[in-house]
């Protein structure tokens, strides 16, 4: 029984005499080859060139703030709970007065630390994160470190800065 | 004796521009094949040491020397040496006999031909050293005391033996023509547009397929035909050992397509060739002329590069049937063609257009009639399996 129409059958009987001379086939050939010498390269040349990864692209760690610049997480740990890699940890502190500004809640993360060896960029503290808290950006990946002192990033690499703030596909 | 001084000093100086300009074309050949390969596969192609990656062969030289300069322990070491020094050797020696130029006014009366030497033997000359070529791949081969190498060599020496064949028929013709066997002489009758290519299409896709056999270009790479010989004849090399070998190959290519250019495409003919001469002297017109020949040869090396990127490898025996049953056969009805073509024209004192006339008809009434025959024979067995 036939599921489709496009089954060719092949005939393999002796080569015509055109196809025993080799040439006419060579020359076809060539011409293919020389319509891809001329053709657009698909290569993307990667330091200099970079390519839009999808909306759902899971890089760089970034600690939100809110409208106002205060800091959204409120050092509640689930993320830590949820990383399967063990890769976060944090210290609580309570907000003193005065710091409305910095800090949303009235609990907020003192050290809040990401160790990039251990992360394997599942998201699961994005999902995790009641407070919106936590996002891995769609377009920025985490730099490269040449050296073990490195790979602990700290607030001051994970935090929002309120001049360059990251904003995904969808959202205002 | 001042004449002779100053014609001395310019041989030399040419003899160092052409060995510089072949060392060159090859250096940057590996380069360009790389840049070819790719842009034919949709890729861009080194383009990382420099602005278009133009001092990749830079790079590679250095690779090449500061890699660890092997030698098997088995192997005869004396031979193992002199296998790519030989290769090499050969590679450079044919050069001397192409013409590149017309002759250059120095002044003073002095008048530099830019050819290496012109022997009235020179394509004599360009066969006998390409021939030696086979035995730096033989003798390395051998001396690396390895299977594989012994076959690879094997494989080169018998594949040019076979292809050598060929190609010294199709020069017959040629020699007809032109009545000669000094390369100077060949392209000079060539000169104003009368290029052997229109006398001799046959003679020409012999000789092109016969110099990629010669030069161990796929498709017939067989010597060096990694899928069954891990690297054929140096397989044992490493470092600029290897590298010689490798640079000898793409000498080759620029030569045999300068070898091509002329015998088949008019040498350092150009067209507009008078114009030139009568409006900017003999001078420019000759260097013109320099120009034109290592145009044509470097465009014979992109061909060389582009059928290695199209064609897939011959297997060994077909090889062998296409030299021995194709191309000799061939090579002889050529001769033949071109002896009726010269007879057809021999009393009213040799017309030209004749003389091509009749050797394309003979070429397409060869081809009809070849296809006529073998689509007979074609039915016959046809009729023999369904009865």
Redesign the interface.
Same mark, same amino acid.
Not at chain 2, 39 to 44: S, W
């Given at each position: 029984m036939k599921l489709s129409n496009k089954t060719k059958v092949l005939e393999q009987g002796d080569m015509t005499f055109a196809e025993r001379i080799y040439l006419p086939a060579i020359i076809g050939g060539m011409g293919t080859t020389l319509k891809h010498f001329f053709a657009k390269k698909v290569t993307i040349r990667y330091p200099e060139q970079k390519r839009y990864l999808g909306p759902v692209f899971r890089g760089h760690h970034i600690l939100k703030r809110d409208e106002d610049g205060a800091e959204r997480c409120t050092a509640c740990g689930l993320c830590a709970v949820a990383c399967p890699a063990e890769a976060i940890s944090m210290v609580a502190d309570e907000r003193k007065k005065g710091e409305e500004k910095l800090y949303r809640e009235e609990k907020y993360a003192s050290v809040y630390e990401i160790n990039m060896l251990r992360c394997i960029f599942c998201g699961l503290c994005e999902e995790a994160c009641p407070k919106q808290a936590i996002y891995l950006q769609h377009d920025k990946m985490v730099p490269v470190f040449e050296d073990r002192s490195q790979v602990i990033f700290g607030k001051d690499k994970l935090v929002e800065k309120m001049d360059n703030r990251y904003l995904r596909e969808g959202w205002k | 004796m001042e004449i002779t001084s100053t014609l001395f000093t310019a041989k030399a100086i040419y003899v160092g521009v052409i060995f510089a300009i072949t060392l060159g074309v090859a250096a940057y050949s590996t380069y360009f094949e790389r840049i070819?390969a790719a842009?034919? *596969?949709?890729?861009?192609g080194p383009?990382r040491a420099g602005p278009f990656g133009i001092l990749q062969p830079l790079a590679d030289a250095v690779k090449m020397f500061m890699k660890e300069d092997f030698i098997p322990a088995q192997s005869d070491k004396w031979l193992f040496i002199a296998g790519p020094c030989l290769s090499m050797l050969t590679a450079l020696l044919t050069s001397a006999v192409v013409p590149f130029g017309d002759t250059l006014d120095l002044g003073n009366g002095v008048m530099l031909d830019l050819q290496g030497i012109d022997v009235n033997i020179g394509i004599l000359w360009v066969f006998g050293i390409v021939s030696l070529g086979v035995y730096g791949v033989l003798i390395g081969g051998w001396a690396s005391n390895n299977k594989f190498a012994l076959i690879g060599a094997i494989r080169a020496a018998s594949q040019n033996i076979s292809y050598e064949l060929a190609m010294g028929l199709s020069i017959i013709a040629i020699l007809m023509l032109s009545g000669s066997l000094s390369t100077k002489t060949i392209v000079e009758t060539q000169q104003n547009g009368h290029w052997n290519i229109l006398y001799q299409p046959l003679g020409f896709?012999i000789f092109i397929v016969c110099a990629f056999a010669e030069c161990n270009r796929t498709p017939f790479d067989l010597p060096e035909c990694e899928t069954e010989l891990i690297g054929g004849y140096h397989t044992e090399y490493s470092s600029m050992k290897l590298g010689f070998y490798l640079f000898s190959e793409y000498i080759n290519m620029f030569i045999s397509g300068a070898v091509m250019a002329t015998l088949y495409f008019g040498g350092y003919d150009y067209p507009g060739h008078d114009f030139i001469l009568n409006k900017f002297g003999m001078n420019i017109a000759a260097l013109l002329g320099v120009g034109a020949l290592i145009g044509k040869a470097l465009f014979f090396v992109f061909v060389f590069m582009?059928?290695r990127?199209?064609?897939p490898r011959f297997r060994y025996d077909q090889l062998m049937g296409l030299g021995w049953t194709g191309l000799i056969p061939l090579s002889m009805f050529n001769v033949v063609l071109t002896g009726a073509a010269m007879l057809f024209t021999v009393n009213d004192g040799g017309s030209n257009w004749i003389t091509v006339a009749v050797s394309w008809v003979g070429v397409i009434l060869m081809?009809v009639v070849?296809?006529f025959y073998? *689509?007979t024979q074609?039915n016959k067995?046809k009729k023999l399996v369904t009865a």
């Open positions: - | 070819i842009f034919m *596969q949709d890729r861009v383009d896709v582009w059928v990127w199209t064609l081809l070849t296809a073998s *689509q074609y067995k």
